[in-house]
Every structure is written in C-alpha cells, then in structure tokens.
C-alpha cells in the first residue's frame, strides 16, 4: 500500500513560481514511476509530468520548458518546480504513483494563477 500526501499548492500571480511536493510512504517507492497531473474545472484530468525509477523525465508540451520534476529516492518525496506560472496553469495538481499493475493518487493541491 503506498500513500501519497501533497503540499505547496496556493494563489500567485502570472510569472510566479511554486513548489509542489509528495511524500510518499511505503517501501516501493524507489521502484515506482511518478508523475504529476492536473485537473481544471470541467476539464478532464491531464499528464503534467513524469519521471520514471531511472530518472527519465516527460513532459507535457504545455510546461515543457516552465515547469520540472525531480525525485529523491532516499527521502521518497517528488517535486514539481513550476516557473512562469499562468492563469491557464490553475488546476487541482494531483501525485500519481505507478507500479503495475497498481496505481495510487493523492488527495490534490490547489493551485491558482492570477492575472
């Protein structure tokens, strides 16, 4: 069983930046492929960014560019650094852990870009 647990979600102004965390609990996490997805209002949710156990790295053509993901192993946490923030960019961010055949999701952080 792995929980998942975000944080640093909130409002900023276009241009800004945040700094989304997941801590992660459970022994798998060093195996798991983690990623970051988003859901606007009445939209559907979204692949943000993921990052495989071996550190490779994707990205929607969206925040390529803006926005990157990392991950610590021995802290079991991922991160997302979003830069250049923009109104468009405001979503429930959600912490997804895959390890087939499960898949695990936090509870979400809000985050919110102002004009």
């Known amino acids: 069983q792995v929980q998942l647990v975000e944080s640093g979600g909130g409002l900023v102004q276009a241009g800004g930046s945040l700094r989304l965390s997941c801590a992660a609990s459970?022994?798998?996490?060093?195996?798991?492929?983690m990623g970051w997805y988003r859901q606007a209002p009445g939209k559907q949710r979204e692949l943000v960014a993921t990052i495989t156990s071996g550190g490779s790295t994707n990205y929607a053509g969206s925040v390529k560019g803006r926005f990157t993901i990392s991950r610590d192993n021995a802290k079991n946490t991922v991160v997302l650094q979003m830069d250049n923030l923009k109104p468009e960019d405001t979503a429930v961010y959600y912490c997804n852990a895959a390890l087939y055949p499960n898949n695990y999701w936090g509870q979400g952080t809000q985050v919110t870009v102002s004009l």
């Open positions: 459970g022994s798998i996490f060093s195996f798991a492929a």
